[in-house]
């Protein structure tokens, strides 16, 4: 009698086990912003165009505005024993901030556009984790650009502020927070319009009313009527004063109180809408 011997048990593929990526599952909210903001980072650097007209964007604004009106006379309320160079350079680092922070609503556009978020969205991430390391990559932008501005300022047009080298650094500061602030801004736009024509029409509707009708380019007094009451509203006018004051050891520092906290609320209002706006389905 011939047995037959029993067929072989099927053996199990082994499927290896990957080991999971240490830098995204299970990992702390600051990691993710650490390395979406170095992304970021990395995205402006390698790209040629970025770098050169984010260096010329500060250098044009500082030669423009300083030739041009440092040509006019100084008027009735003009602070005494400063010249316009003094007078008008906090208002280039507010303008450049304002641009720069411009540049963040327009960077998340793009990350919407070119497939970015919805890749980010299916990894297990904290949704708002792109849009604050979008904040933070402005926040470095606009300190670069203002480092340029002040370097030219001082070696080539002769900027000798009084205040010293702590209150400069400062009203650097305080430009720096206001940039970050407004950049939130401009990142909800961004969240909600999806798309770079209307963040660029929208940035000019608001920066131009903004800067000129405020204390950038001579004092309030001195300004029309109707256009002195809109400048003593305008946020941009406390964020000018206090960084010029700051800068220049002038009167005005009383400022910095309101700058910080309009630059608060902006941001959290910002950064709420930004949130809110992120989360719409892709289309």
């Known amino acids: 009698m011939t047995t037959t011997a029993p067929a072989p048990a099927p053996t199990e593929a082994v499927v290896p086990v990957r080991p999971p990526r240490p830098d995204w599952p299970d990992s702390s909210v600051f990691l ?3 390395v979406l903001t170095a992304r970021s980072l990395r995205s402006m650097a390698t790209d040629p165009g970025v770098v050169l007209f984010g260096l010329l964007q500060p250098v044009i604004i500082l030669f423009v505005l300083t030739q041009v009106f440092s040509k ?8 005494a024993g400063i010249t316009y160079l003094d007078f008008i350079l906090s208002a280039v680092l507010v303008d450049n901030a304002v641009q720069s922070a411009v540049q963040s609503g327009v960077g998340l556009v793009d990350d919407l556009k070119n497939g970015v978020v919805a890749r980010l969205r299916s990894l297990p991430i ?8 979008r904040s933070f990559a402005n926040l470095v932008r606009s300190a670069v650009q203002a480092v340029v501005i002040l370097a030219l300022a001082f070696g080539v047009l002769g900027y000798a502020p009084a205040g010293g080298a702590a209150d400069v650094a400062a009203s ?8 970050w602030a407004l950049g939130w801004a401009f990142i ?3 969240a909600w319009l999806r798309r770079a024509e209307p963040m660029q029409n929208l ?3 608001a920066i131009l009313p903004l800067m000129f009708a405020s204390s950038a380019y001579m004092p309030v007094q001195d ?31 009383e400022a910095i109180v309101p700058a910080l906290v309009i630059g608060c609320v902006i ?8 949130v809110l706006g992120f989360r719409r389905p892709l289309r």
């Open 32 to 34: 993710q912003i650490r």
């Open 72 to 79: 006019m006379g100084a008027p009735p309320n003009f602070p």
């Open 126 to 133: 904290m949704p708002s984790s792109l849009l604050i390391a």
């Open 172 to 179: 650097v500061g305080l430009t720096l927070f206001m940039s």
């Open 188 to 190: 909800a736009a961004g």
């Open 203 to 205: 940035a000019v509707i």
């Open 223 to 253: 300004l029309p009527g109707w256009l002195a009451a809109v400048a003593g509203v305008n946020p941009l006018t406390y964020a000018i004063d206090a960084t010029r004051a700051l800068a220049l050891g002038i009167p005005g520092a």
């Open 267 to 274: 941001a959290a209002v910002g950064g709420v809408l930004a």
